[in-house]
């Protein structure tokens, strides 16, 4: 068939289709996408050289639609379910995300597109939860829990059958694909009325506020969406005078030259009426929150090894308490330690710290003798690898943020890859290796263009 949508184009449809409704659902959203854009404006007129390297790598377009939510699931069969999902949008499971060890009972994954191409037309993703009741102490809880969740169907019928054409004859029509996001959309819809009484919703609050949020609805509600900001330090010092108060801490590296990786923050989760089944019925129930984010580049495993140092090290010397106590020391604990992480985008090349895309630009004059050359003569230039994916400890950082005050439960640090792929129905794609093979390709492309295939066998 010749007339089927592209999945870029359809997870185009539908990450318009999710913010809108978040926007309806939660307007503080809207303000923050609205300040998120005065800043990246403001970033891009003030920075040309920005400006002119995001043109030509081929990064501003996306940089408007460019956001990630959040949805915390209940089941291996809802997992698989949404895997299938995402995947009729040109999403893939990215990375493992053990998150027990921050004494959370969740291990996840990022739905995102892998290919250059589709990440430039619109890098939507979900970091993706799965709930794992066998760390609940209470078995008798956790029993009752998998009971509740067994009889919910997060997935309409009608997206179900979409999704199984979809398989079958190879993607969707328009018609069909359109009918699809908004059959998709009803899954992340937040309900207000629990499928639960106010005294299970309370057992299961204790247990923790996770397992309330999981359990207690009919579907995995988007939890937040977050735009991609150019300078979070901006964003974040300019949303009080929008109304919306950020926690107090910026998660991941600290602000520099060269941003590598991710920093985020979130502002606090709204306190929404909720209706439970049975008497005594109106309560309420906080999940719902906002995030901002600022993406630096992709580190290889030995940047990787050298910022997973360097933070171990921040977090050692300096922690922040529940109230934000100490967030100033932390800073500068944080700024200190990276000073050992080098600060522009050269180095961090030459010593293969982070990934870049290689691209040519007019002709090279005779055979040049090696890679730094060509790109001293500015023939070869390497644009910096956005980092995609998420980051175990911020990611914890932003969960804990949104559980308010409640002492944290504490778990054994049990990672289990081959439990949460055994769910999924599928393994997770390493997200360094996509880095490696996006630079390597581009490489090779980019010297043969050039003419210096010989450079490509050393
Ligand atoms: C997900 C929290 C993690 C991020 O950006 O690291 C996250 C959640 O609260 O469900 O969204
Ligand atoms: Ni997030």
Known sequence: MTDLMHPDDIRGLFSKAMSDMYRDEVPQYGDLIDLVRDVNNEV?????????????????????????????LGTAEELSSIRRMFAVMGMYPVGYYDLSVAGLPVHSTAFRPIETAALSRNPFRVFTSLVRLELLEDRDLAAAAADILAQRQIVT??????????????????????????????????????????ETYERLHDAHRLIADVVSFKGPHINHLTPRTLDIDEVQRLMPERGIAPKAVIEGPPRRNAGI??????????EEPVKFKGA?????????????????????????????????????????????QGAGDYVDALNAKFVAFP????????????????????????????VEALIASGALVADPQVYEDFLPVSAAGIFQSNLGSDAQSTYDAAANQDAFEAALGTTVTDPTGLYAKIQNDSLVEALTQLGQGHLLAA
């Open 261 to 270: 990786l991710l920093r985020q923050t979130s502002f606090k989760a709204l």
């Open 343 to 370: 600060d522009d985008l050269d180095t961090l090349r030459r010593e293969k710290l982070a990934f870049f895309r290689y691209r040519a630009v007019g002709q090279a004059a005779g055979q040049a003798g090696d």
């Open 157 to 198: 019928s009608k997206a179900l059958f979409l999704i199984e054409t979809a398989e079958l004859q190879g993607g969707l029509t328009k018609p069909q694909a359109e009918e699809f996001v908004a059959q998709a959309l009803e899954t992340f819809r937040w309900h207000s009325d629990a499928t639960v009484d106010a």
């Open 44 to 72: 891009l007129a003030g920075d040309p050289d920005l400006q002119a390297q995001m043109q030509a790598a081929d990064e501003l377009d996306r940089l408007d639609v460019e956001r990630h939510g959040a949805i915390r």
């Open 280 to 324: 005594d019925a109106a309560g309420t129930h906080t999940a719902r929150f906002g995030e901002i984010e600022q993406r630096g580049v992709a580190l290889t495993a030995e940047g990787r090894a050298l910022y997973d140092r360097c933070l171990a090290e921040t977090r050692a010397a300096a922690a922040v308490g529940g109230q934000g």
